[in-house]
């Protein structure tokens, strides 16, 4: 199983995670709203578990279509 610890931390991952994708803040706003003093340890954190950087998903939201942020959305899920 997983210790509450590591649960806590994936569903503050999650949220960010969905911040990032539909919000309109930067990454360092988003790490300090779901509890990382540090964006640097967030982007790391955040990377180990989905295997992307928070600011790819920052650009994916900018840049992307609606067809690349599905794509982005599935391979988070599927990692989740």
Same mark, same amino acid.
């Given at each position: 199983?997983? !210790?509450?610890? !590591?649960?806590?931390? &994936?569903?503050?991952?999650?949220?960010? &995670? +969905? +911040?990032?994708?539909?919000? !309109?803040? =930067? #990454?360092? %706003? #988003?790490?300090?709203?779901?509890?990382?003093?540090? =964006?640097?340890?967030?982007?790391? %954190?955040?990377?180990?578990?989905?295997?992307?950087? =928070?600011?790819?998903?920052?650009?994916? &939201?900018?840049?992307?279509?609606?067809?690349?942020? +599905?794509? #982005? %959305?599935?391979?988070?899920?599927?990692?989740?």
């Amino acid at each position: 199983g997983m !210790s509450l610890g !590591s649960y806590i931390r &994936h569903r503050r991952l999650a949220r960010s &995670h +969905d +911040d990032l994708l539909f919000g !309109s803040e =930067p #990454v360092a %706003v #988003v790490a300090r709203r779901w509890g990382f003093a540090s =964006p640097a340890y967030f982007s790391r %954190v955040f990377s180990k578990l989905t295997g992307l950087s =928070p600011q790819a998903i920052e650009a994916a &939201h900018r840049f992307a279509g609606e067809k690349d942020l +599905d794509a #982005v %959305v599935c391979r988070w899920l599927e990692r989740a």
